[in-house]
């Protein structure tokens, strides 16, 4: 288990663990790389050194990252740090569909319906993409405060193409399918099945099968007969009841073929609640075998074609996402739902028999027409024998119709017929020679197909369980892959070499024109999207353009005034309008020590973030007072003049009878007045008193000898 303050991948803190499931954790993070809250799934330790639940985990993030729906939750990352592995997902704010169900122990009819046609539109995108979530129960499903629905964990999802589920059944029992609890082969229509208990068990609050073990309650899905919705919950409408039974049927054929299908009839059943308009096929017939001609079989072919489509063409009814609902963030159980629809309404109970009289009535046409063409037949040899008889060929005719009569009887009763099977998902080599082995032969024909990969059979001439004569040529349509393909939502931050290989590895055709947009999150010269977007479908051999990353957006801001301010204010100020700043500093006679004289951008100047300012700051004046140099010696004059940045200009000597002999007397410029730095003050030196005519003729002798108490004589100073 991991602890709060983690880390995984060096982005993701692990902040609390919000569930628990056979395999894995589920743990509240944050990314703080794009700085959002994520859910991550941890494969728990004792599963982590075993391969076979280490394929499954790598294959729930292969399953689910290649799907983008607003009713799936999305999976941002997967990865591998320190022995851990994990998938990084997006975090629902909400509950599961369960706990909802365990609130308020009932849901609404038209709650009911609203969700299932979520969790539908979900599993609808899934299985275009070939994947069978094999684990549709309400504990997979999340709803968010919202109120969108979303559908979770595809943990033992595999490609339905390839993958058959083995006796060690996957998937909670009380909404598991048969041909899951037998280990047979599951397809799209055990997603549907699964969804149907779930259905059920919406406005009832009850599951069809309870039972002692989890084996019993398989049994019970096998063969067990489920207690028609409505005993339980009389509201329940007739529509809804019978979707709900033939989403549960024992057969998969029996059952919706496509989750399109079951969302049709769903919005039938919020606008025609008491209408009877669910088909549920019946695979045993009573009525006896009767033999088409070609002719008559093409005819039937026509018409039921369309009838097809006029049940297919049917307009939408205008019912889309419900993204719209109020629900109440802190508590689910406040939504109203207004039922009394449902409840005023009278439901006749006769309306189940309906279907029967619908097979009956087909079995009685068939019937019908097979006497119809055994009479025109015998209307046929009649007027040939009338013919013949009315030419003088009264034997002849005789023994005509006598051989006619037996050549078609044993026609009849020669003739072999074979039922058609489902060739659906096979490729075109087990197609033929399924066909072979039946005593047909076929005709192989290409087509796109969204629903079926390249080489697959995705349409057939003759539906399963038709009758056909031996020697019957059978058209198969062979899919040449998908006339529209997804997109990849992985291409962002890819270079434009690798998203542009991904792209033609797809069949599309990647356009040599780019455009750019500023992107805050990816680095200059990668790929942000695409046009058409990332995700979404376009036919293959299309063209897709790429859009790349121009870096951050340019921001501009307004210069401001900072002369005046101190040092670290005016650094302060300009660095929070994203700014950056260099320092100097000079002397100035009119500001102060340490506050801006200067500085290099104008104020009210648009600039770049980013753009360097220089300011200028103030060493205080540039003038100093000059000292009172007098009684100095030389040296002393030199010192205390470099302290202040004067220096000494020229040095005279006089003699004086107030001053001492050595010293300075005066200087060029008066103590106490200000002059700038670097300006010469000049000094007189003293001699002392001036001496007598025969003291100074000695004197004179003896100049060279005079050593001055700075050590040096005047004229080398």
């Known amino acids: 288990m991991l602890s709060a303050g983690m880390f995984l991948g060096n982005r993701y803190e692990i902040i609390n663990r919000i569930?628990?499931?056979?395999?894995?954790d589920v743990y509240r993070a944050k990314c703080h790389?794009?700085?959002?809250?994520?859910?991550?799934?941890?494969?728990?330790?004792?599963?982590s050194a075993d391969q076979n639940f280490l394929?499954?985990?790598?294959?729930?993030?292969?399953?689910?990252?290649?799907?983008?729906?607003?009713?799936?939750v999305n999976i941002y990352d997967v990865g591998e740090d320190r022995g851990i592995y994990y998938i990084v997902m997006e975090l629902i704010e909400g509950i599961t569909l369960k706990k909802y169900i365990e609130r308020k122990k009932k849901l609404e009819i038209r709650e009911s319906i609203e969700v299932a046609m979520q969790v539908a539109r979900g599993l609808e995108a899934a299985h275009k993409q070939h994947i069978i979530h094999r684990d549709i129960k309400p504990q997979n499903i999340m709803i968010s405060k919202e109120g969108k629905v979303k559908v979770t964990d595809f943990g033992i999802a595999r490609a339905s193409l390839t993958q058959t589920i083995s006796s060690n059944t996957m998937g909670s029992v009380h909404y598991i399918s048969p041909e899951q609890a037998r280990g047979g082969y599951c397809d799209e229509r055990s997603d549907i099945y699964s969804l149907g208990i779930t259905l059920y068990e919406m406005p009832t609050g009850r599951v069809p099968f309870e039972g002692e073990s989890t084996v019993s309650v398989a049994l019970l899905h096998i063969q067990g007969e489920m207690v028609p919705p409505r005993q339980y919950e009389p509201l329940i409408p007739v529509s809804l009841e019978k979707i709900i039974l033939k989403c549960t049927q024992k057969k998969p054929e029996l059952r919706y073929a496509s989750a399109t299908e079951l969302i049709e009839d769903l919005k039938k059943s919020l606008t025609m609640p008491n209408e009877n308009f669910v088909k549920i096929a019946s695979l045993n017939s009573d009525s006896p075998t009767v033999v088409f001609g070609a002719d008559e079989q093409e005819q039937i072919r026509q018409q039921r074609g369309e009838e097809d489509d006029a049940y297919y063409d049917e307009p939408d009814d205008g019912y889309g996402e419900y993204d719209d609902r109020d629900y109440d963030d802190r508590d689910y159980d406040d939504r109203d739902y207004d039922d009394r629809r449902y409840s005023d309404r009278d439901y006749d109970e006769d309306d189940y028999d309906e279907e029967e009289d619908d097979s009956r009535?087909?079995?009685?046409?068939?019937?019908?027409?097979?006497?119809?063409?055994?009479?025109?037949?015998?209307?046929?040899?009649?007027?040939?024998?009338?013919?013949m008889k009315s030419c003088g060929a009264d034997s002849v005719a005789e023994t005509s119709t006598e051989e006619t009569t037996e050549a078609t009887t044993e026609a009849v009763s020669t003739v072999a017929t074979v039922e058609m099977e489902n060739l659906l998902g096979m490729t075109e080599e087990r197609a033929i020679a399924r066909l072979e082995a039946l005593g047909l032969t076929y005709k192989v024909e290409t087509g796109a197909s969204d629903d079926?990969?390249?080489?697959?059979?995705?349409?057939?001439?003759?539906?399963?369980?038709?009758?056909?004569?031996?020697?019957?040529?059978?058209?198969?349509?062979?899919?040449?892959?998908?006339?529209?393909?997804t997109i990849p939502t992985n291409l962002e931050g890819m270079s434009v070499s690798e998203a542009t290989s991904a792209l033609e590895a797809l069949g599309f055709t990647v356009s040599s024109r780019t455009t750019e947009e500023n992107s805050d999150d990816v680095a200059e010269g990668l790929v942000i999207n695409t046009?058409?977007?990332m995700g979404s479908s376009a036919d293959k051999g299309s063209t897709v353009s790429l859009i790349i990353s121009a870096g951050p957006a340019t921001v501009t801001v307004e210069v401001p005034d900072v002369t005046g301010l101190t040092k670290s204010k005016a650094v302060e100020r300009l660095e929070n309008l994203g700014l950056?700043?260099?320092?100097?500093?000079?002397?100035?006679?009119?500001?102060?020590?340490?506050?801006?004289?200067?500085?290099?951008?104008?104020?009210?100047?648009?600039?770049?973030?980013?753009?360097?300012?220089?300011?200028?700051?103030?060493?205080?004046?540039?003038?100093?007072t000059v000292p009172n140099l007098k009684y100095y010696t030389?040296?002393?004059?030199?010192?205390?003049?470099?302290?202040?940045?004067?220096?000494?200009?020229?040095?005279?000597?006089?003699?004086s009878d107030d001053s001492m002999k050595g010293v300075v007397i005066s200087q060029s410029v008066d103590s106490g007045e200000s002059v700038e730095k670097g300006t010469s003050i000049d000094i007189v030196i003293g001699l002392g008193a001036e001496p007598t005519t025969a003291a100074t003729t000695k004197a004179s002798e003896e100049t060279e000898a005079v050593t001055y108490e700075d050590g040096g004589d005047p004229d080398d100073q």
């Open 19 to 24: 569930g628990s499931g056979g395999m894995s």
């Open 33 to 47: 790389k794009l700085n959002r809250y994520v859910a991550i799934k941890v494969l728990k330790s004792e599963f």
């Open 55 to 72: 394929s499954k985990f790598r294959m729930e993030a292969q399953s689910a990252a290649c799907l983008s729906h607003p009713n799936i």
């Open 361 to 387: 009535r087909s079995k009685v046409e068939k019937v019908v027409t097979g006497v119809s063409i055994g009479v025109a037949i015998l209307i046929l040899l009649i007027v040939v024998v009338f013919v």
């Open 452 to 485: 079926y990969e390249e080489g697959l059979v995705y349409e057939q001439e003759y539906r399963e369980g038709e009758t056909l004569e031996e020697g019957t040529r059978v058209t198969i349509k062979v899919s040449t892959g998908a006339s529209q393909v």
């Open 531 to 533: 046009d058409p977007s």
């Open 580 to 624: 950056k700043v260099t320092t100097s500093e000079a002397a100035s006679d009119d500001v102060s020590e340490g506050l801006v004289i200067t500085q290099s951008v104008d104020e009210g100047t648009e600039v770049e973030e980013g753009t360097s300012i220089s300011i200028v700051v103030s060493t205080g004046s540039a003038k100093v």
């Open 634 to 655: 030389l040296s002393e004059a030199k010192s205390a003049l470099k302290e202040l940045g004067l220096e000494i200009g020229e040095v005279e000597e006089e003699y």
